[in-house]
């Protein structure tokens, strides 16, 4: 009962509850007490009071207003959290299972046409399902039926689930609405409280790899070093960026977002200049701490963040998957140089061959017109470390 609103079950409450009441307390009692067998006194009779009886009308509809309301609670909590409560597969017919029922509309299966419409799906006339509830919730809705009476004869638990699909892509829709605002006006709660988006953020860190790009110390090894407060500064930054995009990833990975968000050119291209200037601070921070003693390389616990969006990229741009790319093949340098200092895995003619591999990779990256030159650290720093490693051997 406290799943259904007062409104809803007032009128008819107080007589149920007397109702209960009656059925805990009989109105007569079969069993005498020990004690009052001992002074032989008789259980004493109550008499029925008739008012409090529940008519059969006010019970049912008293029922029914509470299993409604609680269906319609379990239901909406098991939509949030995008596990409807009866699977969407198990209550279509044969032929819609076939389908896959495409939330972008049955017309792109070109492929099962002549099938569906042998079932009485007309694609000719096939409502996205994007805007089913204006039809199965409506009282006007003759001329859909007719022309999609397969619909309409599913079976109750079907209808709901994919009344529930819709509701879960227009909630993925609100949520891809509400990261992207997000994104343009973020909230610092590491800093003193200001209002800045990843923009701005992305804007700080351009500046400065730039600062730091016509002196003696490149924008890694400075922020390796930790020097000055414009590197502590830059971790900041650094640090508000990962919070930001660890949970759009997590949203991505909770399949909380539409799928079109990851193919988005205003999304790919945030999340791209983010990984391009992000990735080698993680990699030159987890370096600076020994992190590699206890966890092994780098790219064995590469975050999320920068997986996903390199693969983001390469979708979009119709690229092989490269494991090594340019935002972490610092990374590997870093390796190199341990093994140079003390060989564990290689020896110095296989990390030579392996450094001449990676100049090539640069080499090939910086000619790509797809690739923002100014976005990326190209390692000179760390490269003519490596260099002067090998030389001394």
């Not at 001992?38 to 059969?56: A, G, S, Y």
């Not at 299993?67 to 609670?73: E, G």
């Not at 920068?306 to 693969?311: C, D, E, G, S, V």
């Not at 760390?382 to 002067?388: F, G, H, M, Y």
Request: net charge negative.
């Amino acid at each position: 009962m406290m799943l259904a609103p007062k409104t809803s079950i007032q009128e008819h409450l107080p007589n149920i509850l007397k109702f209960l009441q009656q059925k805990l307390d009989p109105i007569t009692t079969q069993k005498s007490h020990k004690f009052r067998k001992l002074f032989n006194k008789k259980t004493p009779e109550r008499t029925i009071d008739h008012d409090q009886l529940v008519d059969d009308n006010q019970a049912v509809e008293f029922l029914e207003n509470v299993l409604i309301n609680a269906s319609t609670v379990a239901s909406h909590d098991a939509y949030d959290l995008m596990e409807p409560t009866n699977s969407l597969k198990e209550n279509y017919p044969t032929k819609i299972k076939i389908a896959q029922f495409a939330l972008d509309s049955l017309t792109e299966n070109l492929s099962y046409e002549e099938e569906l419409n042998k079932n009485g799906l007309q694609l000719d006339k096939m409502v996205n399902l994007k805007h089913l509830n204006e039809h199965l919730l409506t009282f006007n809705r003759d001329e859909f039926h007719s022309n999609n009476k397969a619909l309409f004869e599913l079976a109750a638990n079907a209808k709901w689930c994919l009344l529930a699909v819709e509701e879960a892509e227009k909630r993925k829709e609100r949520n891809m609405d509400s990261i992207k605002k997000f994104m343009r006006n973020y909230t610092s709660n590491i800093t003193k409280p200001s209002k800045k988006s990843v923009e701005d953020l992305l804007k700080e860190m351009k500046d400065y790899k730039v600062k730091h790009g016509v002196g003696n110390k490149d924008y890694y090894e400075s922020f390796k070093l930790q020097n000055e407060h414009a590197d502590f500064e830059a971790n900041v930054n650094r640090l508000e960026q990962a919070k930001i995009w660890d949970v759009v990833i997590e949203m991505v990975m909770r399949k909380d977002l539409p799928d079109e968000f990851e193919v988005s050119s205003e999304v790919v291209d945030l999340a791209t200049r983010f990984r391009r200037f992000y990735e080698p601070l993680d990699i030159g921070n987890y370096y600076r701490h020994s992190k590699g003693d206890d966890t092994g390389k780098y790219m064995a616990v590469r975050p999320k963040r920068y997986k996903f969006t390199q693969r983001w990229y390469e979708h979009a741009n119709v690229t092989g998957f490269e494991s090594v790319c340019e935002s972490n093949f610092v990374a590997e340098v870093e390796e190199l140089i341990k093994e140079v200092i003390k060989p564990k895995n290689k020896t110095i003619e296989e990390v030579k061959k392996d450094y001449e591999s990676i100049e090539n990779k640069v080499k090939e990256w910086k000619s790509d017109e797809k690739i923002s030159y100014e976005d990326v650290f190209w390692g000179e720093s760390i490269l003519s470390k490596l260099q002067e490693e090998l030389t001394r051997k």
